[in-house]
């Protein structure tokens, strides 16, 4: 079935380690997101990408960094986590100008001790 | 600034009433997009509804409609009937400008809980 996988599911993982969450859509789509989920602060966009060899800062975009080297695959890299960026994270995708729908991930649950 | 305010954190209504849920937005883009999606226990997102910002006419989908008053920056879900599968966390979301740059911000949320 198309859509967006996100790996891993699950992950713990101890303060200072470098981490990549993986996002790979077989949609075709242009643009992709990474949005960071916490309790009480609803989904805020991380970093983004319109097409590929673009990308661009959200409104959390410190300690995380993206690359879109093409139109498949979008990994968010933590260099050296910290237990702020405990969260659960979703990768998204959208066709491109004037679309309608975001396409979601699964979502990856990622604690940081 | 808050981009996305959705002002209600949670709403408790009986099965069978209408419930709006609150969204005001703030752009100074005249091409924006309005979105709304609903998160179940089980955490996907689900794409509810969207309100492109040159519709002539409320976006209506099914038992979901948009109350689309562009001069208040407003953008109100209105589920009508509301069923016990309607509890989530529900999502207003913006798309700002058609070319270049295309940030999609999402608000805090509203918890709705269905009562039986």
């Known amino acids: 079935i198309a859509g967006i996988t996100q790996a891993p599911t699950s992950q713990i993982l101890a303060a200072g380690r470098r981490m990549t969450l993986r996002c790979t859509q077989d949609?075709?789509?242009?643009?992709m997101y990474w949005y960071r989920q916490d309790l009480g602060l609803g989904l805020r966009l991380i970093h983004y990408s319109n097409t590929a060899g673009t990308t661009g800062k959200g409104e959390v975009p410190d300690g995380y960094s993206v690359s879109r080297a093409n139109t498949d695959d979008f990994p968010l890299t933590l260099a050296s986590a910290v237990p702020s960026q405990t969260s659960v994270y979703f990768c998204?995708?959208?066709?491109?100008?004037?679309?309608?729908?975001?396409?979601f991930g699964e979502g990856s649950r990622l604690t940081v001790l | 600034a808050q981009k996305i305010t959705q002002t209600q954190p949670g709403m408790f209504v009986q099965e069978k009433e209408a419930v709006t849920l609150d969204c005001t937005y703030d752009?100074?883009?005249?091409?924006?997009?309005l979105f709304w999606y609903k998160q179940p226990s089980s955490g996907e997102m689900i794409f509810l509804i969207y309100q492109g910002s040159y519709d002539q006419q409320n976006a209506t989908e099914g038992r979901y409609s948009l109350n689309f008053q562009k001069a208040r920056k407003s953008a109100n879900l209105v589920i009508s009937a509301s069923q016990l599968g309607d509890s989530a966390m529900y999502f207003c979301?913006?798309?700002?400008?058609?070319?270049?740059?295309?940030?999609?911000?999402f608000g805090q949320g509203t918890r709705l809980t269905i009562n039986p």
């Open positions: 949609m075709r789509h242009n643009a």
């Open positions: 998204a995708s959208r066709p491109g100008q004037g679309a309608r729908e975001l396409f």
């Open positions: 979301a913006m798309r700002e400008g058609i070319q270049g740059a295309q940030k999609l911000v």
């Open positions: 752009t100074s883009d005249p091409s924006y997009g």
